[in-house]
């Protein structure tokens, strides 16, 4: 059984911080800036003070290479190299992650018939994070 699934469900937030994403994604936060160095796909927004705040696709982008690379045995450019070939460092490949991570257990309530008030629609956030890729690449 994989690792990934025993990581902690991702919250219906907008953006986390680098302390968050560590603790939901299961590695150190020096770890996390370094993987920005080594996967130019992976950009937090940075704000006041340096300090940087991950969105969902990272967090999903993120989890994928500490599988690739703790589970799977991949050096940091055989990641890259699968990554790239998976897709997944392309627009499409981003776009592929997120629909499959939005309606992933992540995002399902857990009782049936119980409401899903205030969590979001799956297809809605896609498209809000479609928007906020287009309008990073501007």
């Not at 705040?53 to 055989?78: A, C, D, K, P, S």
């Not at 981003?94 to 992933?104: K, P, W």
Request: with cysteine; hydrophobic share 35%.
């Amino acid at each position: 059984m994989s690792q990934v699934s025993t990581l902690p469900a991702i919250p219906a937030k907008r953006y986390f911080t680098i302390g968050e994403v560590a603790q939901l994604c299961g590695v150190k936060p020096h770890v996390l800036r370094y993987w920005e160095q080594e996967f130019t796909h992976l950009r937090p927004v940075k704000r006041r003070g340096n300090r940087r705040y991950y969105q969902h696709h990272e967090l999903l982008m993120i989890r994928r290479i500490r599988e690739l690379l703790y589970e799977e045995g991949f050096t940091i450019q055989g990641a890259r190299n699968r990554l790239r070939e998976n897709g997944a460092l392309t627009g499409d490949g981003v776009a592929q992650a997120e629909e499959t991570e939005l309606v992933s257990a992540d995002w399902r309530v857990d009782a049936p018939g119980m409401q899903t008030a205030g969590v979001p629609d799956s297809r809605a956030v896609r498209q809000e994070l479609l928007q906020i890729r287009e309008l990073l690449s501007l």
